[in-house]
């Protein structure tokens, strides 16, 4: 099983010719709602790769709340873990959109942001092999799942996104931590974002905290770096015509975690998971653009 702790969201997204400027009000071309957030996103690329999936984490006692869980379903997801507070709303993203490709985006946390470890401590977790967190959810019930997980055995992986200075506090626990280039750059404290994987290497060990750690580096088009204590790979990114790479990071942890559930070896499971999201950027949304296994399968043997 996969048990994603995470973010539920409800992603607005509007079309505008021009962004508006403080003070003015513009009409919107289109408005579409998604089911988003990190967590959501990751468990439902689990989810469609095949892996039994559970998702913790909470909403609004509201109808987005109560909608963005039926979707979860639909996607195979097992939502039995997300608490309805009263106490906030549904966390939301507000997307604006130009013409010209520019955005704009606030994001609420709203009821995410009421996650505690008491909640995680009231969970389950026998038989839950493969925890998974990023960082739209509070640290503290993060470091709680990954504390009650080691001392069950499971193995624990971090997106450490969006990048936040109390998140490098988690790496110690973490089993895998999965990084895109960006966020490597913030955590290992570089002035530009390394390309060659000499300098991603080298960066990740600056954030090794045990010897016995993978850091993942995803570089967007050019693939996905693997680093150990001593070895590090490259896997290729497969060349596909991109659409809309929202999500794809998020698509890479689900599936990275559903073939790690399903007993891949880690090569194995990142090429797997590098093919998944190549796939997902040809489609646009998040969640819907996520592939199936046998998608995924038939698109490796090509
Ligand atoms: P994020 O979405 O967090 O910025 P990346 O841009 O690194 O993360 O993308 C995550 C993964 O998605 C990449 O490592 C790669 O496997 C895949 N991917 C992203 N963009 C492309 C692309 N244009 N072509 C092929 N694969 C891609």
Same mark, same amino acid.
């Given at each position: ?36 957030? $990190?967590?959501?996103? *990751? ?25 963005? $869980? ?7 997801? *097992? ?78 992986? /971090?997106?450490? +996104? ?16 999965? /990084? ?25 060990? $600056? ?24 070895? +590090? ?45 190549? /796939?997902?950027? *040809? ?20």
């Amino acid at each position: 099983t996969v048990f994603v702790l995470g973010s539920i969201n409800l992603d607005a997204v509007a079309r505008v010719d021009d962004l508006p400027r403080p003070g003015e009000t513009v009409a919107g071309r289109s408005l579409e709602l998604f089911l988003g957030g $990190k967590g959501a996103n *990751q468990a439902v690329a689990a989810a469609r790769m095949g892996a039994p999936t559970r998702l913790m984490g909470a909403v609004g006692q509201d109808d987005s709340g109560a909608s963005l $869980k039926t979707k979860l379903m639909g996607y195979g997801v *097992q939502v039995s873990d997300v608490l309805e507070l009263a106490d906030a709303p549904t966390g939301q993203a507000h997307v604006w959109v130009s013409a010209s490709g520019e955005n704009m985006i606030v994001v609420t946390a709203g009821a995410n942001a009421l996650v505690t470890p008491q909640q995680v401590a009231g969970a389950t977790l026998e038989g839950q092999r493969i925890l998974l967190c990023q960082l739209e959810t509070p640290p503290t019930a993060i470091e709680a799942l990954f504390r009650a997980g080691a001392a069950k055995g499971a193995l624990r992986i /971090l997106n450490a +996104a969006p990048a936040l200075p109390q998140g490098a506090a988690l790496f110690p626990l973490t089993d895998i931590l999965i /990084l895109n280039q960006t966020e490597l750059a913030t955590y290992a404290k570089l002035d530009h974002e390394p390309v060659r994987l000499e300098e991603v290497s080298l960066a990740a060990r $600056k954030l090794m905290s045990r010897p016995d750690q993978t850091i993942i580096v995803t570089l967007g088009a050019t693939g996905v770096a693997g680093v150990r204590r001593d070895e +590090a790979f490259l896997v290729e990114g497969r060349k596909v015509k991109a659409i809309d790479t929202v999500g794809a990071g998020d698509c890479f942890c689900g599936a990275l975690a559903a073939a790690l559930a399903a007993n891949m070896d880690l090569r194995d499971a990142v090429e797997m998971a590098n093919a998944a999201a190549a /796939l997902s950027v *040809q489609k646009s949304g998040a969640a819907p653009s996520m592939p199936n296994r046998r998608e995924v399968e038939a698109f490796l043997e090509r």
